[in-house]
Nanobody, 128 residues
Framework: QVQLVESGGGLVQAGDSLRLSCAAS????????MAWFRQAPGKEREFVAA????????YYADSVKGRFTISRDNDKITVYLQMNSLKPEDTAAYYC?????????????????????WGQGTQVTVSS
């Protein structure tokens, strides 16, 4: 089992950058694929990015491709989401998620119900 705690959210202006962090507990972090999802008020939770257990494979939603970068440091048991060129439509609560799986398969890793472990979320607000 793994516990997740997100941090790094805040209020920024359009075009700014933020880096979210997700600190995990547990000795088997390096065997978990990780992902970021987001949820805006009144909308369903949507996939943002995923990374394989060893960090060799990443996958992004089309809406953030080229602007966001997911990475992980297994020594620090932390996964990151670097968000550049932020837009008002990126405003949402951002959630970190984990699943005990080494590889990511895009068709399934975009589904929130694939992930049994979730953090509490961190709010990102982008003003225009």
């Amino acid at each position: 089992q793994v516990q997740l705690v997100e941090s790094g959210g805040g209020l920024v202006q359009a075009g700014d950058s933020l880096r979210l962090s997700c600190a995990a507990s547990g000795r088997t972090f390096s065997s978990y694929a990780m992902a970021w999802f987001r949820q805006a008020p009144g909308k369903e939770r949507e996939f943002v990015a995923a990374i394989s257990a060893r960090g060799g494979t990443t996958y992004y939603a089309d809406s953030v491709k080229g602007r966001f970068t997911i990475s992980r440091d297994n020594d620090k048991i932390t996964v990151y989401l670097q968000m550049n060129s932020l837009k008002p439509e990126d405003t949402a609560a951002y959630y970190c998620a984990a699943v005990s799986r080494s590889f990511i398969v895009p068709a399934t890793m975009m589904r929130a119900n694939e992930y049994p472990y979730w953090g509490q979320g961190t709010q990102v607000t982008v003003s225009s």
